[in-house]
């Protein structure tokens, strides 16, 4: 009995040393592959001339166009969503009273008194 605890917590520890090693190796991995990638990444940026988004100049005129249309653009959905949403927002919506809320109080109160009745409640 004692030889098979002791070969089964051998066991398990090998098994939890396997799964550290391998997800160490893994981790070391990605680490490496995301390095590589950012360093070839740089390496093509520079070769592209590409700083910043921008030339070594600053921004271009049809650059600050495009963005002025895009920006005018997003404004523009923005404000026809806005619309959307009021349109929905106009359709009648259930309104809660005093009924609906009159009702659950007696619902709750019920279900208390049955308990009372059958021993499960105190008080």
């Known amino acids: 009995m004692r030889d098979d605890l002791l070969q089964a917590s051998a066991i398990a520890a090998v098994g939890v040393v396997v799964v550290m090693v391998v997800l160490t190796i893994l981790m070391l991995a990605i680490m490496m592959m995301t390095r590589l990638t950012s360093v070839r990444n740089q390496k093509e940026r520079r070769d592209m001339g590409i700083h910043g988004g921008f030339g070594e100049d600053g921004p271009r005129e049809e650059d600050v166009a495009a963005i002025a249309v895009a920006v005018a653009l997003a404004m523009e959905q923005q404000k026809a969503g806005r619309i959307c949403q009021d349109d929905k ?11 609906p809320a009159a009702g659950k109080e007696r619902l709750m109160s019920s279900r208390q008194e049955a308990g009372r009745r059958w021993g499960r409640r105190q008080g």
């Open 89 to 99: 927002a106009s359709v009648s919506q259930p309104k809660t009273g005093r009924w």
